[in-house]
């Protein structure tokens, strides 16, 4: 199965001059963790309710754009990309969402939740979520 058939195609993004504020009450609004960060619909970056937390409002710079955040090494995967590539990005690079692309254009998202709920991927969901969710010991 690939990750086209259990992605998120709806997404909310948001863009590097938005404040961190307003990418806050976006997130509340739609009751989500993170958001695409896009230019020209290519994705640049992603920024996470964590991100926001620990890099900005701690710090006091609610009024910071989401620039200053942001992760800018964003892990992506194809639409045509089988589930099991795609926990396999997510376990290698331990994240438990992935934009999708296609012709580098964003076109949807993938989480760890997308693939626990298709039974083909239980395994590999759960391999993806025991790999992510390990401490680093060393």
Same mark, same amino acid.
């Given at each position: 199965?690939?990750?086209?058939?259990?992605? /998120? +195609? !709806?997404?909310?993004?948001?863009? %590097?001059?938005? %404040?961190?504020? #307003?990418? #806050? /009450?976006?997130?509340?609004?739609?009751?989500? $963790?993170? *958001?695409?960060?896009?230019?020209? !619909?290519?994705?640049?970056?992603?920024?996470? &309710?964590?991100?926001?937390?620990?890099? $900005?409002?701690?710090? =006091?710079? +609610? =009024?910071?754009?989401?620039?200053?955040?942001?992760? /800018?090494?964003?892990? %992506?995967? /194809? #639409?045509?990309? +089988? @589930? !099991? !590539?795609?926990?396999?990005?997510?376990?290698?690079?331990?994240?438990?969402? *992935?934009?999708?692309?296609?012709? $580098?254009? *964003?076109?949807?998202?993938? +989480?760890? =939740? &997308? *693939?626990?709920?298709?039974?083909?991927?239980?395994?590999? #969901? $759960?391999?993806? @979520?025991?790999?992510?969710?390990?401490? &680093?010991?060393?």
């Amino acid at each position: 199965m690939q990750v086209r058939n259990v992605m /998120s +195609s !709806e997404v909310e993004c948001c863009n %590097t001059q938005d %404040t961190l504020s #307003a990418v #806050a /009450s976006k997130m509340q609004s739609l009751n989500v $963790g993170a *958001l695409p960060v896009v230019e020209n !619909e290519n994705i640049i970056g992603m920024v996470t &309710d964590r991100d926001m937390v620990v890099r $900005g409002l701690t710090n =006091g710079n +609610s =009024g910071d754009s989401v620039h200053t955040v942001m992760s /800018s090494n964003v892990v %992506t995967v /194809s #639409a045509d990309a +089988s @589930l !099991e !590539e795609a926990a396999q990005l997510m376990s290698q690079h331990q994240v438990r969402r *992935l934009p999708v692309v296609d012709n $580098g254009h *964003l076109v949807g998202i993938v +989480s760890l =939740g &997308d *693939l626990a709920v298709r039974n083909q991927a239980d395994h590999s #969901a $759960g391999q993806a @979520l025991s790999q992510i969710s390990q401490q &680093d010991l060393s």
